[in-house]
């Protein structure tokens, strides 16, 4: 379901009624692209866009398996594709999918390699069969190891490597004679990666101990060599670049059918190492299908035994890597994308992001064509920069927050070789039917500081977005996309006004205990007020206040207006009586004269009580003593007496209760009282804060 804002009509704010602030939104880190939609286009870890590949799903007749697991391309150029659930083997034919060939007591394809003259091997599980197939498709049976999985193959001249499970052994088999040999066995449950490094040996990776192995090529068994072992328990696939090896580390917590082995997973503390130059940031916008879950890190195990880690995935699993020169590639089975390494700099893209969120294999040629197999849904997907298909990105919709008025957009690019567009709306999420349509920025002047500026003719609205779409064989890199816009001004609101603290709740409360000594009175007033401010501009307030009755208001700020929600009004030297504050607040400080918007409030009547209580009535009778409390505008909230130096003692009114202006008292001396000339004391307080004291002679 959509979410509409309901704000105003795009033809009321075609002209916003006062000018706001400008502000702008910038595209150029990785974070700021990548809540947008790729087609095509490569995602920069180091930020800004690059053309990349597009991806078209192959079509077939035919019945597809439950995933495609691995893909291969061989010598001749044919595309080779392995399939589970129901474990075959496909061909890209005319850009569509064919099935060469079904085995049908085995479940998945795990690995494709090619033989001298066209032949493949195809690695399969759970039987431990690994099968010869020709180019036409006709299958046979090449060898049935003793073990279950055979998760990847080398060959190496006339000599077969397996790498198998559930217990880790790597097999030998001899081309010729398909005699089966178990050449190197560990204390593990799987060899998941095998790779043949000419002149070392065999490297090889384990699971669940995530470890990697040399085994020198020779006669007998090798003697194996540990490289490292790594913090996981799956090390998934490696490639080699020189002295240098890459491995594909995994850190799984749940598995679901797919091509991972199905054993007990051991458990890893969280990594306490250091942290990859990228973190793959989480996709958002999954689907709610049950996959491995995990974390995955890519890391590069040097020659003289140094690790360094290159890329992190923070929700995800590898699944492929792949070595083109420079550059490693590397698929995640949980997102559905594959990454681009620069093993120089570490920097990394995002070269791919497909529906189907288990990239099971890939393979790619120069960055220009490839293929990739996916496993949450059964698809092939064919790539391609130069197959008339444009390249796109498509950013996020931008939230102004309130409708805007768009200006200009500054394009930073190294050509001029792409397309920009834009269109506005008031839904949350843009909708072909409720938006505004696609509109081409025009211009482009080249500004001082390299970038192009384009005008942006886009209707007024609260939602933006834009697109990309490079030129047929363009290369052009876009380092910073900005666009500048400026927001229809709301007025602030007044919500309160408020003189004096307030308790926040009804009690019980108790009026305050009289001090020893009383501080003198400064008569200020507190006020405060709360204003709803939804644009966020800078505010400025201006006061002032009048007694009830009066017509002209007095201003308390008349020099300048204060920026906070309170102030403190010197009040002591005004008469008693009830008064009222009036508050302005406005956002001019934000925007140009003339145009900023108020907003005002006039609070509750309240009392200014700057007069003591007097005392009246006074008659001492010993022991009896009488009197009467007064004040003109305030409750009385304590009396206290006192004879000679005794500490002040609390008397109540006759009624027992403080609760109006006016109270009598009445009060018993001290029996203990000696004949003679004394002093007697009272002292009175209102609620505003005002003391009386009183003294008197009397003798006993």
Not at 135 to 148: H, I, M, Q, R
Not at 442 to 470: E, K, N, Y
Request: aromatic share 8%; glycine share 10%; hydrophobic share 40%.
């Amino acid at each position: 379901m959509k979410t509409f804002m309901l704000l105003i009509t795009l033809a009321t704010f075609a002209v916003p009624a006062a000018a706001a602030p400008t502000k702008f939104w910038e595209l150029e880190n990785h974070n700021s692209f990548f809540g947008g939609k790729s087609q095509g286009a490569l995602l920069l870890s180091g930020g800004g866009l690059a053309p990349g590949l597009r991806a078209t799903k192959i079509e077939t007749k035919e019945k597809l398996p439950g995933l495609f697991s691995t893909v291969t391309r061989l010598a001749s150029g044919r595309i080779l594709i392995g399939g589970a659930a129901e474990a075959s083997l496909w061909t890209v034919e005319q850009d569509k999918l064919k099935r060469l060939t079904v085995f049908p007591e085995d479940v998945m394809v795990t690995h494709i390699a090619e033989l001298a003259g066209g032949d493949v091997l195809v690695a399969t599980l759970p039987k431990g069969n690994i099968h010869r197939v020709k180019p036409d498709g006709k299958s046979e049976l090449f060898v049935k190891l003793p073990t279950e999985h055979v998760w990847t193959l080398a060959v190496v001249g006339n000599t077969i490597y397996a790498g198998t499970g559930p217990k880790a052994v790597v097999y030998k088999v001899e081309l010729a004679s398909r005699k089966a040999t178990p050449w190197w066995t560990v204390e593990e449950k799987h060899v998941m990666a095998v790779r043949h490094v000419p002149n070392r040996g065999l490297i090889v990776g384990t699971s669940p101990e995530a470890r990697v192995y040399l085994l020198p090529e020779g006669a007998g068994a090798p003697k194996a060599q540990l490289l490292y072992d790594f913090s996981g328990n799956e090390l998934r696939d490696l490639v080699v670049l020189g002295e240098d090896v890459y491995a594909a580390v995994n850190q799984l917590q749940y598995r679901s059918t797919g091509p991972n082995p199905t054993q007990e997973l051991k458990t890893e503390p969280p990594a306490s190492g250091p942290k990859a130059p990228v973190t793959a940031m989480e996709r958002k916008d999954l689907p709610p299908q049950q996959v491995v879950s995990g974390t995955g890190s890519l890391y590069r195990l040097g020659g003289r035994g140094e690790v360094e880690k290159v890329l992190d995935l923070a929700k995800g699993y590898f699944t492929q890597l792949q070595l083109e020169g420079d550059r490693l590639y590397a698929s995640d089975g949980h997102s559905g994308r594959i990454y681009r390494v620069e093993t120089r700099s570490f920097s990394a893209a995002i070269v791919l992001e497909v529906e189907e969120r288990q990239v099971l294999g890939f393979l790619l040629r120069g960055e220009k064509e490839g293929y990739v197999v996916a496993g949450d849904g059964a698809a092939a997907y064919s790539l391609s920069r130069d197959r008339g298909k444009e390249v796109t990105y498509t950013s996020a919709a931008l939230d102004a927050t309130v409708p805007s008025t768009f200006g200009a957009l500054h394009l930073y690019a190294s050509d001029a070789a792409v397309k920009v567009e834009t269109r506005t709306g008031t839904t949350e999420e843009p909708d072909d039917k409720l938006w505004s349509p696609w509109k081409p920025v025009t211009g482009g002047v080249r500004a001082p500081d390299g970038g192009l500026v384009f005008a942006v003719g886009s209707a007024p609205a609260r939602f933006f977005q834009l697109r990309v779409t490079w030129n047929n064989g363009s290369a052009t890199r876009i380092e910073k996309l900005r666009v500048f816009y400026a927001p229809l001004n709301l007025a602030p609101k007044l919500a309160e006004v408020r003189v004096g603290g307030s308790r926040g709740g009804p009690g019980p409360y108790g009026d305050p205990v009289i001090p020893e000594v009383v501080p003198p009175r400064s008569g200020d007033v507190s006020i405060s007020w709360q204003v709803v401010n939804n644009d966020g501009d800078a505010l400025e307030y201006r006061l002032w206040v009048r007694k009830v009755g009066e017509k002209n208001w007095r201003p308390l700020t008349p020099k300048a207006p204060v920026t906070g929600t309170s102030f403190t009004w010197k009040a002591a030297a005004f008469a008693d009586g009830l008064y009222e504050v009036r508050v302005l607040a406005s956002d001019a400080p934000a925007n140009s004269p003339g145009t900023e918007l108020t907003s005002e409030m006039i609070s509750k009547p309240f009392l200014v009580d700057n007069s003591a209580p007097k005392i009246s009535a006074l008659v001492i009778k010993a022991p009896a003593v009488s009197f009467v409390a007064a004040d003109a505008a305030s409750r009385l909230i304590g009396v206290q007496v006192r004879v000679n130096d005794e500490p002040w003692k609390p008397v109540l009114p006759v009624d027992r209760i403080l609760d109006s202006r006016s109270e009598t008292f009445q009060f018993t001396l001290p029996a203990t009282l000696e004949k003679g000339v004394h002093l007697l004391q009272i002292r009175v307080a209102d609620e505003a804060g005002n003391v009386h004291v009183m003294s008197q002679e009397f003798s006993y």
